[in-house]
């Protein structure tokens, strides 16, 4: 049973233009969140985290948004460039259980020029 | 500092063969784990291991597949006999405290 779901396989936005990524969970016991990015023939790579304390967390132009009661959280990439084009990841974890990371199956972003 | 480094990047093996992947952590970082992607779906944790011990297995589909970690460095994942339902991308990963470094990835696919 996937408890980490989301549900936009791909996602198109223009250049310079904001990019919304979303991700739901269903297990209330995660309580630490993250996004990876991944380019073709690459490994994931770590971009951004939040803890079930904040309800929003900002690394330049990647913002983290999550809403505890809705069991949803989101990404926002503000501008949008090119070479953000790649597919993320939602992953989800809990404190007692911190090594083990629970994985959406992505969402592939295209910014096009 | 090198990456987490993964061999072979592709592998296709006919059902029922033998096929062993490799990983190679981050030098240094006591924790390794193992995830498998089936196309287009999540990524799915198999395993992890602290130095050398099995900390956490729960993920391993069935027991075609053995994974091991002697010395604590290196770690192999042996799927034997391979199934059609195998296949996919076999991502490891490796960390010291916190956060995960992902290795490229080992394509697997069973004809």
């Known amino acids: 049973d996937q408890q980490v779901k989301q549900n936009s396989p791909s996602l198109s936005v223009q250049e310079g233009r904001i990019s919304i990524l979303n991700c739901d969970y269903t297990?209330?016991?995660?309580?630490?969140f993250l996004w990876y990015k991944k380019y073709p023939a690459e490994g994931p790579t770590f971009l951004i985290s939040i803890s079930s304390i904040k309800d929003k967390n900002e690394d330049g132009r990647f913002t983290v948004f999550l809403n505890k009661s809705a069991k949803h959280l989101s990404l926002h990439i503000v501008p949008s460039q090119p070479g953000d084009s790649a597919v993320y990841f939602c992953?989800?974890?809990?404190?007692?259980?911190?090594?083990?990371?629970?994985f959406g199956s992505g969402t592939k972003l295209n910014v096009k020029p | 500092e090198a990456g987490v480094t993964q061999f072979p990047s592709h592998s296709v093996i006919e059902k029922g063969q033998t096929v062993t992947l490799r990983c190679d952590p981050i030098s240094g970082h006591d924790n390794l784990y193992w995830y498998r992607r089936v196309m287009g779906k999540e990524i799915k944790f198999l395993l992890h291991?602290?130095?050398?011990?099995?900390?956490?297995e729960s993920g391993m589909p069935n027991n075609r597949f053995l994974a091991e970690r002697t010395g604590g460095t290196y770690s192999t994942l042996k799927v034997q006999p391979a199934e059609l339902e195998d296949s996919g991308v076999y991502f490891c990963?490796?960390?010291?405290?916190?956060?995960?470094?992902f290795g490229p990835g080992t394509r697997l696919t069973v004809t």
């Open positions: 297990n209330s016991m995660f309580d630490y």
């Open positions: 291991f602290v130095k050398e011990s099995k900390q956490d």
């Open positions: 990963a490796s960390s010291q405290s916190t956060g995960q470094y």
């Open positions: 992953a989800a974890t809990t404190w007692y259980n911190f090594n083990k990371f629970y």
